[in-house]
T-cell receptor, first 115, second 114 residues
Framework: DQQVKQNSPSLSVQEGRISILNCDYT??????FLWYKKYPAEGPTFLIS?????DKNEDGRFTVFLNKSAKHLSLHIVPSQPGDSAVYFC??????????????FGQGTILTVHP | NAGVTQTPKFQVLKTGQSMTLQCAQD?????MYWYRQDPGMGLRLIYY???????DKGEVPNGYNVSRLNKREFSLRLESAAPSQTSVYFC?????????????FGSGTRLTVV
């Protein structure tokens, strides 16, 4: 039972254009969402996050949008750069109770940005 | 600052052998986690330690044991390795078990069981 799904295994975009990575979740208890970026042979690194009380969070070229009613979030990268080529993981958590900071990850999307 | 250090980086085991994956963090974080990454599956939680002295099962704990040796170190043991445990293992730490402080991940251990 995959509670967090990234249905696009890969995405290819041209340098300078917008990259849009999508993520869907099923657990209505999730109230905090994160995106991680992973290069080969390295651990994931935190990119950007959003709380369920917001519908948008922006950090430089990266913007995350949250649609709670649709249980959908997306990461926009504008403009895309070749250095953005990596695997992007969507993750979700419940902030209260006995969650203990556990994250549930999606399968990942491989982003390739062509010069 | 090293952050989260995992050893070894690579390991090949024969079916039935045992080994311990080591993880240490130098950020004075309270919570530590072990995840495994498999193709098409993302990262799945094996075990976690919300604070020193406590451990608990995650989503896929079967075949593994853990020890929170002290605040810095959290080890993962495979008692009798199976080919299904071929994976990349990531250790992570976090300042607190509650709240939304981000994880810091190690660079991973690539384990192959033949």
């Amino acid at each position: 039972d995959q509670q967090v799904k990234q249905n696009s295994p890969s995405l290819s975009v041209q340098e300078g254009r917008i990259s849009i990575l999508n993520c869907d979740y099923t657990n209505s208890m999730f109230d905090y969402f994160l995106w991680y970026k992973k290069y080969p042979a390295e651990g994931p690194t935190f990119l950007i996050s959003i709380s369920s009380i917001k519908d948008k969070n922006e950090d430089g070229r990266f913007t995350v949008f949250l649609n709670k009613s649709a249980k959908h979030l997306s990461l926009h990268i504008v403009p895309s750069q070749p250095g953005d080529s990596a695997v992007y993981f969507c993750a979700a958590s419940e902030t209260g109770g006995t969650s203990y900071g556990k994250l549930t990850f999606g399968q990942g999307t491989i982003l390739t940005v062509h010069p | 600052n090293a952050g989260v250090t995992q050893t070894p980086k690579f390991q090949v085991l024969k079916t039935g052998q045992s080994m311990t994956l080591q993880c240490a963090q130098d950020m004075n974080h309270n919570s530590m986690y072990w995840y495994r990454q498999d193709p098409g599956m993302g990262l799945r939680l094996i075990y976690y330690s919300a604070s020193e002295g406590t451990t608990d099962k995650g989503e896929v704990p079967n075949g593994y044991n853990v020890s929170r040796l002290n605040k810095r170190e959290f080890s993962l043991r495979l008692e009798s390795a199976a080919p299904s445990q071929t994976s990349v293992y990531f250790c992570a730490s976090k300042a607190g078990a509650t709240g939304n402080y981000g994880y810091t991940f190690g660079s991973g251990t690539r384990l192959t069981v033949v």
